[in-house]
């Protein structure tokens, strides 16, 4: 499909406009994207395979149901040393085959092994530890932040605060509109939040603060979206906050040049930002790991985050 082909195409384009802009970036990684074959799929796949009540949710039934093994895209481990090869790139987790702790049949088990999965392949084919979690349709709840901390991860994406945010198995109509109206004007909390506010936990919790939506052609709302971003960005800056934009990559499959030419109109004010003094560009175990430094002193400036969701 032509959508999937600009997806794997649009992904080195995103890490030059990374780079040109020094943004540090975390890429938040389904493992089964890092193998090269089938027969490399099933020798990490996860031992233990959850029981979903409805079997589309589950990874492992989708990828062995007959016409799904030679789907464009779904070994991708080129891209991934791409990324590795890029400067200030995290490879983060998105479970192995894109698990959802929040539908029946999910339980913390399988979610260890999905985890367990996903470092080892990360660590056996490209010496990386993964310390970055992103769950996952952002379905999550305190026993599998535990779990996931106890797999070794040390820092995870969580929701932000506002009701339309919460993480369920579906979302209702009203969710989505009001997320979709908060794109465009202020309905919920303010986005961008205190350092020390993500320590809380075993696990260090960063919440997202903004989703990149896709520029949607005729749109009259596509250049109000990134003035909110930059406005948000604004407020963070000038009150020592962070902000953690986020979005997928295939979020670009569709109209992919004029998504990379909004990505790089936003970063080139976030770089402006960057070295004006303003704002830090950090990954998020990057972001992680200063918290200690952050509390112990008063510093000026904001902490501006990214992550892309990579799956197959």
Excluded at 17 to 23: E, L, P, S
Excluded at 171 to 181: A, M, P, V, W
Excluded at 216 to 231: D, G, P
Aim: aromatic share 12%; glycine share 6%; proline share 4%.
């Amino acid at each position: 499909m032509k959508y999937y082909q600009n997806t794997l195409n649009t992904i080195p384009r995103i890490l030059s406009t990374f780079a040109k802009n020094g943004i540090h970036a975390t890429w938040a990684t389904v493992g089964s994207l890092m193998a090269e074959s089938r027969e490399e799929w099933e020798e990490y796949c996860p031992g233990q395979i959850p029981e979903f009540k409805n079997k589309k949710y589950s990874g492992v039934h989708w990828y062995r149901s007959s016409g799904q093994q030679d789907r464009t895209g779904l070994f991708a481990p080129h891209l991934v040393s791409e990324i590795l090869d890029s400067p200030n790139q995290e490879l983060g987790s998105h479970t192995f085959t894109h698990y959802y702790t929040a539908v029946a049949g999910a339980d913390v088990d399988s979610f260890a092994h999905e985890l367990l999965s996903s470092k080892r392949i990360a660590k056996d084919k490209f010496g990386v530890d993964l310390k970055s979690l992103v769950f996952p349709r952002n379905q999550y709840s305190p026993r599998y932040l535990t779990t996931a901390y106890d797999a070794g991860f040390e820092v995870a994406r969580i929701n932000p605060v506002d009701w339309f945010w919460k993480a369920s198995a579906t979302d209702s109509f009203l969710k989505r509109i009001f997320r979709t109206g908060d794109t465009l004007i202020p309905i919920g909390h303010k986005t961008s939040f205190g350092p020390t506010q993500a320590r809380e936990g075993e696990i260090v919790e960063i919440p997202a603060s903004r989703l990149l939506r896709p520029y949607r052609e005729h749109s009259v709302f596509n250049e109000q979206r990134i003035a909110r971003i930059k406005t948000e960005i604004d407020h963070a800056c000038a009150h020592g906050e962070v902000y953690h934009l986020w979005w997928h990559p295939h979020n670009f499959g569709h109209l992919p040049e004029e998504n990379i030419k909004v990505l790089g109109n936003l970063l080139n004010f976030v770089r402006n930002k960057i070295e004006s003094g303003r704002l830090v560009s950090q990954t998020m175990y990057e972001f992680a790991n200063s918290l200690d430094k952050i509390s112990s002193q008063s510093r000026e400036g904001a902490y501006f985050g990214e992550t892309n969701n990579k799956r197959a």
